[in-house]
């Protein structure tokens, strides 16, 4: 990595750290020199924009996601233990997340949904991209002949998107101790539902 | 109705279009004398402090809440037919507030779910209320023999509230055209695993 590549990931860093905990609306280039303790145009020679900022940071987030979620949940073996280690990761993301202002993406699809303009788009992007990711890792679970074949893969990733946006719920407003244990029995009924049934193999 | 609380319902129902668009956090009494035409000072008599307005703001709407979505559901029936006609309604206002903010307690809770204080603690005290109101209906339905006796109505409400909150999001972020459809599967699904067999009636 080359020096002004190493810089700006460590900015990016702080950016995906502080728009977590201010929410992504108040991350502007000003707000983000101020925290790193940098001079506001130098910031500002970096980004242009503050929308350009929010979506770097969109997309820092994104990359850090992949890393901690999907590369080590795709080395499992095809079919149901990859499905399984998505939601496990995903959940274990949701839950470290938690700590210091929730999930960005979940924040920022509260803010921004009525939003129209560049950063809600490449959040969309985003969004589509990993719904498709759990579709596609659902699928090869039927060609693997763990799910029934009549299922939707893009029903399967709406749903378990679903138990995810309710373990937040749950957990960062409510407080509710069972959160997890409650999403993992929905993500069990879940999967549950779409196994193939040995009778019928 | 006095004319004083006339007002005051006026007030309160612009401050809950207000909050929905620019979110609970932004609703300050300055912004909302502004959005009416009224003197800030006019207004401070009212509410003495932001944190009251938004309150009386979530209180306003959660009175709304009840009486578009509780209110004629619970005459329906009890058990099942119940329990449809809350999320029936439930999808009905959500999807009316879809136009304009979406739901403001979603939006609320994304936004308020690290700010401890007084209007969080409200906000949660509301979403409780409604979530044991769930349980209960569902513990109606268990009593009168169309669900399974050995469920658990919290978790039944849990899993109602996820699927809605998928909806919210497939529905205002992502624009998705089978949102509704998506929800009303899942619920479906939920329903049919609750459901006491026949056979063991």
Redesign the interface.
């Known amino acids: 990595m080359r020096k002004g590549d190493e810089t700006r990931a460590a900015i990016l860093e702080r950016g995906v750290q502080l728009a977590t905990?201010i929410?992504l609306e108040g991350l502007t280039i000003g707000r983000l020199a101020t925290d790193l303790g940098l001079s506001k145009s130098g910031l500002f020679a970096h980004f242009r924009s503050k929308e350009a900022l929010q979506i770097q940071v969109l997309d820092a987030a994104a990359e850090r996601f992949v890393d901690q979620v999907v590369r080590p949940a795709v080395r499992e073996p095809r079919g149901e233990p990859r499905v399984a280690a998505l939601f496990e990761r995903w959940l274990a993301w949701t839950k470290s997340s938690s700590g210091?202002?929730?999930c960005l993406f979940?924040?920022a699809?509260?803010?921004?949904?009525?939003r129209p303009g560049a950063v809600r788009d490449r959040?969309?992007e985003l969004?589509?991209g990993w719904?498709e990711m759990i579709g596609i890792v659902f699928s090869t679970g039927i060609a693997a002949g763990h799910f029934r074949g009549d299922l939707d893969p893009?029903?399967f990733a709406?749903?378990v998107?679903?138990?995810m946006?309710?373990?937040h719920?749950?957990a960062?407003?409510?407080k509710?101790p069972?959160a997890e244990a409650?999403a993992q029995?929905?993500f069990e009924?879940l999967l549950s539902?779409a196994r193939r049934r040995r009778a019928t193999a």
């Open positions: 905990r929410g210091r202002g929730g979940v924040a699809a509260a803010e921004l949904d009525d959040l969309v969004q589509k719904l893009d029903e709406h749903d998107y679903a138990i946006l309710g373990f719920h749950a960062r407003l409510m509710d069972r409650r029995g929905a009924r539902t």
